[in-house]
Nanobody, 119 residues
Framework: QVQLVESGGGLVQAGGSLRLSCVAS????????MGWYCQAPGKQRELVAV???????NYADSVKGRFTISRDNAKNTVYLQMNSLKAEDTAVYYC?????????????WGQGTQVTVSS
């Protein structure tokens, strides 16, 4: 079984910072892509930041210059440093990964971590 476990969410005032972490564990042969999505109440899940299978990074326009994605390949871990947080960043943040686990690749999701930014 492959699992993604997030940590680091919480309540923060506008202008503050949070750092999310996500660890992938289990029978992992390779990680093709890994990153973060978020879902606010009443909205669809949307991309925040991701390492693509080609090794590049993609960011949502709304977080460029404020959020930074990084990773530790040896630990199968991806991080999201969130600075200058705004009330509109409030959402459940989900870790995402496309992983080759059993001879084929598929998408995996974490359980989500709540980020609440008070204005």
């Amino acid at each position: 079984q492959v699992q993604l476990v997030e940590s680091g969410g919480g309540l923060v005032q506008a202008g503050g910072s949070l750092r999310l972490s996500c660890v992938a564990s289990g029978r992992i042969f390779s990680i093709n892509a890994m990153g973060w999505y978020c879902q606010a109440p009443g909205k669809q899940r949307e991309l925040v930041a991701v390492f693509t299978s080609g090794g590049s990074t993609n960011y949502a326009d709304s977080v460029k210059g404020r959020f930074t994605i990084s990773r530790d390949n040896a630990k199968n871990t991806v991080y999201l440093q969130m600075n200058s947080l705004k009330a509109e960043d409030t959402a459940v943040y989900y870790c995402y990964a496309n992983i080759n686990a059993y001879g084929f690749s598929r998408d995996f999701w974490g359980q989500g971590t709540q980020v609440t930014v008070s204005s």
